[in-house]
């Protein structure tokens, strides 16, 4: 098992983008045909999405390949998250509205992308919508307390996926998985999540020219 740091922190990088080249390669696919049954849970997991004001809560990341993280996550919807990951993780990532700002502060390096470029945006646009132009719902299970929802890129469903999952009665945000075209996961564990809390607007500033810009898609 690997703690943050080194190729770990490349990882993380790379699973907040690749949803972005994804995005830029998109090439025709067929849709996905849901049961009138998966499309209830579909809408329950779109109400409450839109429903989430603030969250505040301690993460576990852990991916395939044996990198594990941990740290603090805050969002204010509509458009703001901050994940802080702990010592000895030199790395933040921030989404202030309109950008998703990446920063190793051990490589002293800042990259900056679209926020909409990401599979971070599905928790934070003002009207979340899971089968939209851009997304499309592939899967939803549903057994034993626990719902899984996993969401794809319409146009190039080979670029990989996001799946969440929820506790039910009461639908709670529990857990996200970011797959990528070569079958790395990524997954998110939220620990104690609390919802409805106040957060001060200022955790949601970064300072973009700490560091020099460096090209993300590099």
């Known amino acids: 098992m690997h703690r943050a740091g080194g190729p770990a922190k490349c990882e993380v ?52 390949h044996g990198n594990v993280a941990r740290g603090m996550l805050y969002l204010s919807r ?27 502060n051990e490589l002293e390096q800042t990259s900056i992308l679209p926020l909409d470029a990401t599979p971070l945006s599905v928790l934070v646009v003002e009207n979340v919508s899971l089968d939209d132009g851009k997304l499309e719902v592939v899967s939803v299970q549903r057994n034993a307390g626990v719902l899984r929802v996993t969401v794809r890129m319409r146009e190039d469903p080979e670029a990989g996926s996001v799946r969440m999952v929820f506790s039910d009665k009461p639908l709670s945000l529990r857990q996200w998985t970011i797959t990528d075209p070569q ?36």
Not at 81 to 96: C, G, K, T
């Open 78 to 104: 509509p458009g703001r998250m901050r994940f802080e990951y702990a010592a000895p993780s030199p790395l933040l990532l921030v989404a202030d509205g309109a950008r998703l700002v990446y920063q190793d």
């Open 183 to 218: 079958g790395t996961e990524v997954r998110v564990a939220l620990l104690n999540p609390v919802t409805g809390v106040i957060i001060d607007p200022k955790v949601f500033e970064i300072d973009t020219e700490k560091f020099e810009p460096t090209d993300p898609g590099r």
């Open 13 to 64: 990088m790379i699973h907040v983008l690749f949803l972005f080249v994804a995005v830029l390669m998109a090439s025709p696919a067929g849709a996905v045909v849901l049961s009138a049954q998966d499309q209830a849970q579909v809408a329950r997991v779109t109400k409450y999405l839109n429903g989430l004001t603030t969250l505040r809560s301690n993460f576990l990341q852990a991916s395939s």
